[in-house]
Structure formats: C-alpha cells, structure tokens
C-alpha cells in the first residue's frame, strides 16, 4: 500500500495526542530526532505492512522508532492516531489493538482453618494441657505429643546468631575425667593392657535375643576411643564381648605401631642432619 507523509493539518491533529515540543536546533550532542519524523516512521508501517528491517534509511533508526512506537502502544496514543487519521481519509494495512492493562494480583494472606492459633498445630487448649500431651511426662510420649510451632523469622535469626557466636567461642576444653560407661549388663570390669590402657568390653542385647560389642578404651583417666555397636550378631553375650576386647587390642596394636613409626622417622631426621653438618 502506498504511503504519503503527513500533511500540516495532518500533523498538527496528531502532535496534540503525542504532546511532545519541538526540537530544538543548534544543541550540543547527538541531535534529537524530530517527533514528526518518528511518526512519519510508525505510520510507514501500519500502512505498507513491512517489516522493521524494510524501514527507509531516511528516517531514524529502528531502534528510536520501534521504541517510541511501543510507548505510545502501550499508553493508548496509537490507536487514538490511527482513529484520528482514519477519520481524515487514510486507511492502514495493519491497525493495532488496544493494549490490555492486567490487574496485578493481590497476594492472598493464609487462613487457618478451625479457628486454631497462628503457628500451632493443636485444636485446643484442653488437648495440650492434658497430663498425657506434657511435653515432658514421664511415660515416655510426652515428645511425640507435644504442641509444634511453625519456625519463624525471628527464630531462624536467633537459630543463626546462636551458633555463629557458638563457633566463635568454641575453644578447646580440657580433657574430663573419665566416668565408667553405664554397663549394658551386670558386670563391667576392665581388662588391662600392657601399654597403659583400660579395655571395657560390653555386650550389649539387641533385637531377636542377639547380641553385639561395644568396646570403650581409656587411658590415664580419660577415654581415647570408643567403638559403638562392631561386629557381628552373636547369640553369646560372651562371644560379643570377646569380639569388642579383639577390635580394642587390634587399635592399641595400630596407635604403638603408629607411634613407632613416628620416632623411626624422627631418628633418621636426626642422623641425617648430623651427617650434614
């Protein structure tokens, strides 16, 4: 479709709805492109139907055109230039639409259902002030039963601060004195070790009338290791016991070889600084 620029009374009908002022001449920097131009641009293609690469090079560049041409989508202007101008006898290959403004959705606060507290999970007060719901009865389900809360903000702040200054002033302790482990049977004598150390062996029962070591060593009064649950199952609290003092010989017999090693190394440093001096 051929296109004609604007005429004065053209113009002059459209720069009222564009509203913007003339250009001034003789500026410093890139001059402004003339808002007649930019228009002449945008009405070249509603009329032809082109694409924006296929724009003249006599006027300003796609970039500035198509902005301008999206601003004034956007607010309404083009199609009240389209009106304006279809009315004065032009017609357009491509008219556009009138823009759809969504309404931003509003964040929806939560509800709690059954009128219960913010955070809580109980239905009640008498559900949670009942002897069997304490939190710290003694019959054992007093943890189970007792009311949760939801974390929050403020909780998670406090959470953090606690154990940023926990590590902060975390420092080495000196060693406690050894207490004798809480037997998991009636007798619980040590077996002593030539090299200083105390061996507790324990058999501890376990499910299905089994039983499986548990071995803790000390050394000067204090624990150097503890193995937790090793081994096998065995149906002899003996064999389970013999088993823990095996595994206990076993690492006293790896630190002393260990040890060894160290003061091996340490005399050969030695004689070989002496033969280099």
């Known amino acids: 479709m051929f296109f004609s620029e604007l005429s004065n009374e053209e113009w002059v009908m459209v720069s009222e709805l564009i509203g913007e002022s003339e250009v001034r001449e003789h500026r410093r920097g890139r001059p402004r492109?003339?808002?007649r131009t930019i228009v002449n641009a945008?009405?070249?293609i509603l009329t032809t139907g082109e694409t924006w690469s296929r724009l003249p090079s006599h006027y300003p560049t796609v970039p500035t055109c198509r902005r301008r041409f999206v601003e004034w989508q956007m607010n309404g202007t083009l199609i009240e230039m389209v009106k304006v101008l279809a009315n004065a006898g032009r017609s357009f290959a491509y008219v556009p639409r009138q823009p759809v403004v969504e309404p931003v959705p509003r964040p929806?606060?939560?509800t709690y259902d059954c009128d219960?507290?913010?955070?809580?999970f109980w239905q009640n007060p008498e559900s949670w002030q009942s002897p069997d719901s304490m939190p710290f009865n003694r019959g054992g389900n007093g943890v189970a039963n007792a009311p949760r809360r939801l974390p929050e903000a403020r909780d998670v702040v406090q959470a953090s601060a606690s154990r940023s200054s926990q590590t902060r002033a975390r420092m080495p302790r000196p060693a406690r004195p050894y207490e004798a482990p809480l037997p998991f049977e009636p007798a619980?004598?040590?077996?002593?070790d030539a090299r200083g150390y105390n061996i507790y062996p324990i058999a501890r029962d376990v499910s299905g009338g089994m039983y499986r070591g548990w071995a803790e060593i000390v050394k000067d009064g204090s624990r150097v290791e503890r193995s937790g649950l090793i081994g096998p199952r065995f149906a002899s609290a003996e064999e389970a016991?013999?088993?823990a003092l095996e595994w206990a010989k076993r690492w006293i017999a790896a630190q002393a070889t260990r040890a060894d090693l160290k003061v091996s190394v340490r005399e050969v440093r030695s004689e070989e600084r002496a033969s280099a001096e």
């Open 33 to 35: 492109a003339h808002p």
């Open 42 to 44: 945008v009405l070249w």
């Open 108 to 110: 929806v606060a939560p």
């Open 116 to 120: 219960r507290l913010r955070g809580v």
């Open 188 to 192: 619980c004598a040590p077996v002593g």
């Open 241 to 243: 016991r013999t088993y």
